[in-house]
């Protein structure tokens, strides 16, 4: 099929129009022209990821961080950037980027975080726009109350982690929580105003922990990477479905060597 074939598919589950407008999602790299028949999904367009990207013969990426996101002074290949660029362009990989659309949209990052952590009932969380009923981030409910501590654990379980870093404002039950993948610890303050027990997200700073023992909200930071890597098999799943109802032959592989930077020693 043609990469404009792959980005549609991608589009009808995030339309870019939900994009914030300080991003830079869509076709990064290649040609809407050029034949796909495997694409690989990633979370990062790394330099790892691209040698497996040739390795594996795929013709396009599908990221959720854009590889390109300011723009560019030079390419030059005896650097990072310019030799990632290089590899794509002389191996003719399309590169393709979903970004906050993605963690906006419906069945995207931010909803396949709820409903691994075990919310139900979820609704928006921070409007990006009122008019799309966009939202980035989502609240919802426990189906029954947890302690502080059982939650942590639950959450690990569910993103497949072994640590994490708790702010613990308070020891009352756990019922009611925000969600928001990636960075989002600009919005402690809005979860303890929408009465979140529990605030989750990634990237959070020590002023920032600080301002939930004030809001007396818990806060958990689970990691930029842990609270979005998710998505790489779930936009695969939905990527193959797509292709089959469509009948077209698509092979689509995901990242499984990516990890996270940080390591606790």
Known sequence: MKCQTVIDMVERLAPKGLAEEWDNPGLLVGSPGQEVEKVLVCLDVSLPVVEYAIEQKADMIVA????????????????????????????????????????????????????????????????????????????????????????????????????????????????????????????VAKAAFRGADVYLTGDVKYHDAQQAVQQNINLIDAGHFATEFPMVRALSVYLKKEAAELKKELCVIQDEMSRDFFEFV
Do not use: W
Request: charge should be neutral; include cysteine; proline fraction near 2%.
């Open 64 to 187: 959720h961080h854009p590889l390109i996101f300011k723009g560019l002074r030079h390419v030059r290949t005896d650097l990072h950037d310019g030799r990632i660029l290089r590899l794509l362009l002389s191996h003719d990989i399309a590169v393709y980027a979903a970004h906050t659309n993605l963690d906006i949209a419906a069945g995207g990052v931010n909803d396949v975080l709820a409903e691994l952590v075990g919310l139900q009932e979820t609704d928006s969380f921070v409007m990006t726009d009122c008019e799309k009923n966009a939202s980035m981030g989502r609240i919802g409910y426990l189906p029954e109350n947890k302690s502080l501590d059982e939650f942590v654990e639950q959450v690990k379980k569910g993103l497949g982690i072994k640590h994490l870093r708790l702010v613990r404002a308070n020891d009352r039950p756990v019922r009611k929580v925000a969600v928001c993948s990636g960075s989002g610890a600009e919005f």
